[in-house]
């Protein structure tokens, strides 16, 4: 198993989970979460006062997955929510090593 985390812009949410709903992904969990890439942030203006925003708000999805379907959820991620511009986002695929169902409390096998 994986777990892919996928951190996009915030309006690409709907667009994103209605692709991978397309693909059968069943479960998954959205946070907001601020950060920066290559573009650290910008510069705006409040009340005349210039400041420096450096950790911009995203949306991460996290989903767990079966090995087989990690490349088509990862294709489908990047081309829903690519918008060619910088700080579209980024995907980190991890091992994920057990999985427990809470209420059952058995072993996911995939």
């Given at each position: 198993m994986k777990m892919l985390k996928i951190?996009?812009?915030s309006e690409k949410l709907e667009e994103v989970k209605?692709?991978?709903?397309?693909l059968h992904v069943t479960g998954m969990t959205v946070s907001e979460v601020?950060?920066?890439?290559?573009?650290?942030?910008?510069k705006a203006i409040y009340r005349g006062m210039d400041y420096t925003v450096t950790l911009l708000p995203k949306?991460?999805?996290d989903v767990v997955l079966s090995d087989e379907?990690?490349?088509s959820v990862v294709e489908t991620a990047i081309k829903t929510a690519r918008t060619g511009a910088i700080g579209d986002g980024r995907v980190f695929v991890l091992p994920v090593e057990q999985g427990y169902n809470?209420?059952?409390?058995?072993?996911d096998t995939s």
């Open positions: 951190i996009i812009r209605a692709a991978l709903a397309g601020r950060g920066h890439g290559r573009q650290k942030g910008h949306t991460m999805i379907m990690v490349d809470i209420r059952t409390g058995e072993r």
